[in-house]
């Protein structure tokens, strides 16, 4: 069998061009194929971005709630009800909210507001730079320094900003485990500041934050919240909720899905097209290696030594030039979304099989049907 492969790689690799087509057509498809999954799991991360970064255990939120950007505020007394629930170990109220800075230089620029627990400031960040309790200082606020720090001018301690024509301090840089979506910076407070800076309507709750005492109390803390009308989810919960926001009902998942079609559609023409030119142009030798004894298996595994070769090659320059491609397009912009997650990788290797195993097919069919004497009869 060793004999026969080599065989099949000689035929693959002596014909240059129809070789280098073939890697071109596969390159380019997991080219396409990685960046557009790449980018839909990235902004997949980055819309469930406060979650992640607030850490809580359990939110609880208004059924209609889709996304932690646009929440509906709630009554007090749902929080009055969630501390008194078995198995919450604490529960505390948070405030997202949106607000425009005027910066020094004049210029206004859109933030998101996280205001949190004035006693327990729970769900609050990492400090890079400043001291937690600075926070409590008149007109107080955190920076994220994240991929839209730069959008502040790029603020350090003691730096002055207006907000809704309240004056603003930063009093620490905060370190977020991922940026927003909508490339929006944010800045956190304490509860009460961030409702008094910031206009809003009766209720302010945006989220209650509750920390079970154990996991088994998960359940029934649900269940008596959904008694009151409102949804306690988990994080992993929350972060599906998103998801399926983003991907079902918004434009986002479908022009991704549809983008990743195509590229397959793509890949699986061109490779199936050269393919079999290349059979077709290797016919002959076929038949003399069938004419001298070699069997219809042995045929076989040639045609599919040759195209699952060049498959996994295509695959490995493809997914290295979009690899490369996202790096740099990172480095360049702070903003850029896209990471290649091992989901993506899979997806990808699963449709190279696709490509192969088309391509195979056309080919063994060809292969097949020859008769040697078809080749010798001129």
Do not use: C
Not at 27 to 36: D, E, G, H, Q, Y
Not at 208 to 232: N, V
Not at 336 to 342: D, G, I, K, S
């Amino acid at each position: 069998m060793s004999g026969i492969l080599k065989i099949a790689l000689k035929l693959l690799v002596n014909d240059k061009s129809k070789f280098a087509a073939l890697l071109i057509g596969i390159t380019f498809a997991v080219f396409l194929m990685v960046m557009m999954t790449s980018m839909f799991s990235g902004i997949l991360a980055r819309s469930s971005s406060s979650v992640y970064n607030i850490g809580a255990k359990i939110w609880v939120m208004d059924p209609a709630v889709n996304n932690a950007s646009s929440s509906i505020p709630m009554p007090d007394y749902v929080l009055s009800t969630a501390r008194s629930i078995k198995g919450v170990k604490y529960a505390e109220p948070i405030y997202f909210g949106g607000a425009q800075v005027k910066l020094k230089s004049g210029v206004y620029q859109a933030v998101t507001v996280v205001g949190l627990d004035n006693a327990t400031l729970y769900g609050r960040p990492n400090l890079i730079e400043g001291n937690i309790a600075d926070i409590y200082g008149e007109n107080a606020f955190f920076v994220a320094k994240d991929a839209e720090y730069s959008k502040l001018e790029n603020p350090k301690v003691g730096t002055e900003f207006e907000i809704n024509d309240f004056r603003g301090v930063v009093v620490g840089l905060a370190q977020v485990a991922s940026s927003g979506l909508f490339g929006v910076p944010t800045l956190y407070t304490t509860y009460s500041r961030a409702i008094t800076y910031i206009p809003s309507t009766r209720f302010t709750t945006s989220f209650i934050l509750i920390e079970p005492k154990s996991e088994a109390d998960t359940p029934y803390i649900q269940e008596q919240i959904h008694k009151l009308g409102y949804e306690a989810l988990t994080r992993d919960q929350f972060v599906k909720k998103i998801t399926d926001f983003y991907t079902y009902k918004t434009g986002i998942g479908m022009n991704i899905l549809m983008m990743t079609a195509i590229s397959f559609i793509v890949g699986l023409s061109i490779s199936g097209q050269t393919f079999y030119t290349f059979i077709l142009e290797n016919l002959e030798k076929f038949g003399a290696l069938k004419a001298i004894g070699a069997k219809g298996s042995e045929l076989i595994s040639m045609i599919l030594f040759q195209a699952s070769f060049t498959a996994l090659i295509g695959y490995g320059l493809g997914v290295g030039l979009a690899s490369s491609m996202i790096i740099l397009a990172r480095i360049r912009i702070p903003d850029y979304a896209a990471q290649v997650t091992y989901t993506t990788l899979g997806f990808a290797f699963v449709m190279v099989l696709i490509i192969a195993g088309f391509s195979s097919y056309i080919g063994v069919r060809k292969v097949l049907q020859i008769q040697p004497f078809d080749i010798f009869r001129g």
